[in-house]
């Protein structure tokens, strides 16, 4: 789950095979930070970053090569993520890309400009839907604006969109245009039918009762290796049958799937060493099949291979965009290990069993050996489909509950996404308008990143893989609530544990209070500042947004008392304050027992009242109030990034030598150039 995704290894073999020369004379060569442009395009609630590549010059030759393979692999499925986020999204994006590239008229006009931006934000999302908020976009140009434009395209745009003119119009422009059709592509909301009501494309002609009767039919629940079902599949009826169709070759999504496998191929012929050749051949094998035990063969090799240098995500892994929290969206980066930052994870997870033992959870829910717990800081070098333009900070897999208790899982804090992050934050204005006092913020000047960084470490490293299911509780006992549940889990094992003087004791913190840091930021975020991220009179959908009000709000609740969490109002502003840092902690301790306690038992009802209690729902007046203070900033509430674009340098007999980077590609041109290269799906699927 974007679990914050981590992977961790920990040892590594830069040279494992292959030629062993560095190539310190190549044209890979990483900009200072002071040198280097972090800001790339600014639009509606975006800001789009650049994010550097330190240290991947140091790669060997074969490694670049193999890089390069995977970051070619980690493109291609492209248009499947926006097929997952909706049936009409390919078709859209093609018809909006059309109009703009083939626009002749006032591109200074408020109607171009507004339709400019409504592409950026559809590029941003991967359809149509915020990203994070889940609802759809509204136009900001007219719909006389955009029928005129389709009417003026050539013969040969049509071929892109699969629909002449007229079906064109009539297709598309009631989905864009009119706010009840497919109003939310993911919808949460108790008490309803999440899957007629959301708009995302994993099912079609079902209802959610059906979905819950289909795959309760497969489950066995004396299985102690389940597979994960409807993984890797579209849920359909027709006729009054229903069946999954696969993604796999010769499947659905056949011809993006079969690109991403050529590269892979390619890959597999460079990589570092036999363990790593087999973790990419056994993925090859699962896409050709989509048989979802090879899925998990794949899994157990790739959480195993701890030795290799490079490493990447390619496949059908996150859940977070199927209302039932079944179905799979496609995602992919290729990272290297950071070897200095990668100290700190080595550190925490040579100490996992400490970790486990001394959780507040009860006994019986925690494992009494902690294995293969792998993690490591990371350099991403591609970020794609549901990694891209939006990336997580830190990865946690495999998602396995079997796996993870036999195998163990790899853990990564993705630390030039990090660094892009703190780097464009500079100077904004943000910290003084929100935080109380200049304690607070000279705490957050000293040891933020720092502490940032460290939270990543243990969610990802420790929080996802500590504690355990009990014999015969359904992984999918908490439905739509389990991903919420599951991120306040691991959020709250790291909060607790940065707090711990151990966390001194292992010289990964210098002072005994650089934790008030990470304390301060996340209550800040999680009782007022997240809420900027929110449509004034929209409730909480996105599963990391319920969890971190989850916990913000249950120990502000619990302190109501003692005031070791309050609101205080200054000049007609609301500020958190923390007085009790000792007490929060406690309170942050009972909570992650009782978080624990409902994953491990499958309370459903738990989960279920404790999201809906304190996740869901915003005080209106505070919500109107934290916006109004955050327009004044002109700050983008969220992030995305371009990727850098590799062109890899052949010699005269066509033997790969080197690898070039480029970081000055702009927002518009590459995803026009990623539409152009990378569009391997028909617009309907």
Same mark, same amino acid.
């Given at each position: 789950?974007? !679990?914050?995704?981590?992977?961790?290894?920990?040892?590594?073999?830069?040279?494992?095979?292959?030629?062993?020369?560095?190539?310190?004379?190549? !044209?890979?060569?990483?900009?200072?930070?002071?040198?280097?442009?972090?800001?790339?395009?600014?639009?509606?609630?975006?800001?789009?970053?650049?994010?550097?590549?330190?240290?991947?010059?140091?790669?060997?030759?074969?490694?670049? @090569?193999?890089?390069?393979?995977?970051?070619?692999?980690?493109?291609?499925?492209?248009?499947?993520?926006?097929?997952?986020?909706?049936?009409?999204?390919?078709?859209?994006?093609?018809?909006?890309?059309?109009?703009?590239?083939?626009?002749?008229?006032?591109?200074?006009?408020?109607?171009?400009?507004?339709?400019?931006?409504?592409?950026?934000?559809?590029?941003?999302?991967?359809?149509?839907?915020?990203?994070?908020?889940?609802?759809?976009?509204?136009?900001?140009?007219?719909?006389?604006?955009?029928?005129?434009?389709?009417?003026?395209?050539?013969?040969?745009?049509?071929?892109?969109?699969?629909?002449?003119?007229?079906?064109?119009?009539? +297709?598309?422009?009631?989905?864009?245009?009119?706010?009840?059709?497919?109003?939310?592509?993911?919808?949460?909301?108790?008490?309803?039918?999440?899957?007629?009501?959301?708009?995302?494309?994993?099912?079609?002609?079902?209802?959610?009762?059906?979905?819950?009767?289909?795959?309760?039919?497969?489950?066995?629940?004396?299985?102690?290796?389940?597979?994960?079902?409807?993984?890797?599949?579209?849920?359909?009826?027709?006729?009054? !049958?229903?069946?999954?169709?696969?993604?796999?070759?010769?499947?659905?999504?056949?011809?993006?799937?079969?690109?991403?496998?050529?590269?892979?191929?390619?890959?597999?012929?460079?990589? @570092?060493?036999?363990?790593?050749?087999?973790?990419?051949?056994?993925?090859?094998?699962?896409?050709?099949?989509?048989?979802?035990?090879?899925?998990?063969?794949?899994?157990?090799?790739?959480?195993?291979?701890?030795?290799?240098?490079?490493?990447?995500?390619?496949?059908?892994?996150?859940?977070?965009?199927?209302?039932?929290?079944?179905?799979?969206?496609?995602?992919?980066?290729?990272?290297?290990?950071?070897?200095?930052?990668?100290?700190?994870?080595?550190?925490?997870?040579?100490?996992?069993?400490?970790?486990?033992?001394?959780?507040? +959870?009860?006994?019986?829910?925690?494992?009494?050996?902690?294995?293969?717990?792998?993690?490591?800081?990371?350099?991403?070098?591609?970020?794609?489909? /549901?990694?891209?333009?939006?990336?997580?900070?830190?990865?946690?897999?495999?998602?396995?509950?079997?796996?993870?208790?036999?195998?163990?899982?790899?853990?990564?804090?993705?630390?030039?996404?990090?660094?892009?992050?703190?780097?464009?934050?500079?100077?904004?204005?943000?910290?003084?308008?929100?935080?109380?006092?200049?304690?607070?913020?000279?705490?957050?000047?000293?040891?933020?990143?720092?502490? /940032?960084?460290?939270?990543?470490?243990?969610?990802?490293?420790?929080?996802?893989?500590?504690?355990?299911?009990?014999?015969?509780?359904?992984?999918?006992?908490?439905?739509?609530?389990?991903?919420?549940? $599951?991120?306040?889990?691991?959020?709250?094992?790291?909060?607790?544990?940065?707090?711990?003087?151990?966390?001194?004791?292992?010289?990964?913190?210098?002072?005994?209070?650089?934790?008030?840091?990470?304390?301060?930021?996340?209550?800040?975020?999680?009782?007022?500042?997240?809420?900027?991220?929110?449509?004034?009179?929209?409730?909480?959908?996105?599963?990391?947004?319920?969890?971190?009000?989850?916990?913000?709000?249950?120990?502000? $609740?619990?302190?109501?008392?003692?005031?070791?969490?309050?609101?205080?109002?200054?000049?007609?502003?609301?500020?958190?304050?923390?007085?009790?840092?000792?007490?929060?902690?406690?309170?942050?301790?009972?909570?992650?027992?009782?978080?624990?306690?409902?994953?491990? +038992?499958?309370?459903?009802?738990?989960?279920?009242?404790?999201?809906?209690?304190?996740?869901?729902?915003?005080?209106?007046?505070?919500?109107?109030?934290?916006?109004?203070?955050?327009?004044?900033?002109?700050?983008?509430?969220?992030?995305?990034?371009?990727?850098?674009?590799?062109?890899?340098?052949?010699? @005269?007999?066509?033997?790969?030598?080197?690898?070039?980077? /480029?970081?000055?590609?702009?927002?518009?041109?590459?995803?026009?150039?990623?539409?152009?290269?990378?569009?391997?799906?028909?617009?309907?699927?």
């Amino acid at each position: 789950m974007k !679990k914050i995704l981590i992977f961790v290894m920990t040892t590594i073999c830069l040279c494992a095979c292959g030629d062993k020369k560095s190539s310190d004379n190549s !044209k890979l060569k990483t900009p200072a930070i002071a040198d280097f442009n972090y800001k790339a395009d600014a639009f509606a609630d975006m800001e789009i970053l650049r994010y550097r590549v330190p240290e991947i010059e140091k790669l060997t030759v074969q490694q670049k @090569e193999l890089l390069y393979y995977l970051n070619e692999a980690a493109l291609q499925g492209r248009d499947i993520l926006y097929d997952q986020n909706g049936k009409y999204n390919l078709c859209i994006r093609r018809t909006l890309e059309a109009v703009y590239i083939n626009f002749d008229g006032d591109k200074n006009s408020e109607e171009f400009k507004a339709f400019e931006t409504y592409l950026k934000r559809v590029w941003v999302s991967n359809g149509i839907h915020h990203h994070y908020g889940n609802h759809k976009f509204t136009p900001e140009f007219s719909q006389d604006f955009f029928i005129n434009e389709i009417k003026k395209l050539p013969e040969t745009a049509f071929a892109k969109t699969g629909l002449q003119a007229d079906a064109l119009i009539s +297709t598309i422009v009631p989905i864009i245009f009119n706010p009840e059709i497919a109003a939310t592509r993911l919808n949460q909301a108790s008490g309803v039918d999440l899957i007629t009501t959301s708009a995302s494309n994993y099912y079609e002609n079902i209802s959610q009762k059906e979905v819950e009767d289909f795959y309760n039919k497969m489950k066995n629940p004396n299985d102690e290796t389940p597979v994960s079902y409807g993984l890797n599949s579209k849920l359909i009826k027709e006729n009054g !049958k229903i069946f999954e169709k696969i993604y796999k070759v010769d499947g659905l999504y056949s011809e993006a799937i079969k690109k991403t496998v050529y590269w892979l191929e390619k890959a597999a012929a460079v990589a @570092e060493n036999e363990q790593q050749k087999s973790v990419i051949e056994k993925l090859v094998s699962y896409y050709k099949s989509g048989d979802l035990r090879e899925f998990d063969e794949y899994s157990v090799l790739w959480v195993v291979d701890t030795s290799s240098h490079i490493d990447f995500i390619n496949g059908f892994i996150e859940t977070y965009g199927d209302p039932m929290g079944m179905k799979a969206s496609w995602e992919a980066n290729v990272n290297f290990k950071n070897l200095e930052a990668s100290k700190r994870t080595e550190i925490i997870s040579g100490n996992a069993q400490w970790f486990e033992d001394n959780s507040p +959870t009860d006994k019986q829910f925690k494992k009494e050996k902690v294995k293969g717990i792998a993690a490591k800081v990371i350099n991403v070098s591609i970020l794609g489909g /549901d990694s891209y333009p939006s990336t997580p900070i830190g990865i946690n897999l495999p998602n396995s509950n079997w796996i993870r208790a036999a195998h163990g899982s790899k853990s990564v804090t993705i630390e030039n996404i990090t660094e892009a992050y703190d780097q464009a934050s500079h100077g904004n204005g943000f910290a003084e308008e929100f935080v109380w006092s200049n304690v607070e913020l000279d705490l957050m000047n000293k040891y933020k990143f720092q502490t /940032d960084n460290l939270h990543t470490d243990l969610h990802e490293c420790l929080g996802h893989g500590s504690g355990k299911l009990l014999p015969g509780v359904d992984p999918d006992a908490l439905q739509a609530y389990g991903a919420a549940i $599951e991120e306040a889990r691991a959020d709250l094992f790291g909060l607790y544990f940065i707090a711990d003087p151990k966390i001194v004791e292992l010289g990964l913190l210098t002072n005994n209070d650089a934790f008030k840091a990470e304390y301060y930021l996340y209550f800040m975020n999680g009782l007022l500042t997240q809420q900027t991220r929110i449509e004034l009179g929209k409730n909480i959908e996105e599963a990391h947004m319920r969890n971190r009000q989850l916990i913000a709000r249950w120990v502000f $609740e619990k302190s109501a008392d003692d005031k070791a969490v309050e609101l205080k109002k200054r000049d007609g502003k609301t500020f958190v304050v923390i007085n009790d840092y000792k007490k929060v902690r406690q309170r942050i301790g009972e909570l992650l027992a009782e978080i624990q306690r409902i994953k491990s +038992t499958g309370d459903f009802a738990a989960a279920r009242n404790i999201i809906e209690t304190y996740a869901v729902k915003l005080d209106p007046v505070l919500h109107k109030e934290i916006i109004e203070r955050y327009a004044k900033l002109n700050i983008a509430p969220y992030k995305g990034f371009v990727n850098p674009v590799y062109t890899p340098i052949f010699d @005269e007999n066509n033997k790969f030598i080197d690898l070039e980077i /480029d970081y000055t590609e702009n927002f518009v041109e590459q995803h026009l150039r990623y539409s152009r290269d990378y569009s391997n799906l028909p617009s309907f699927n």
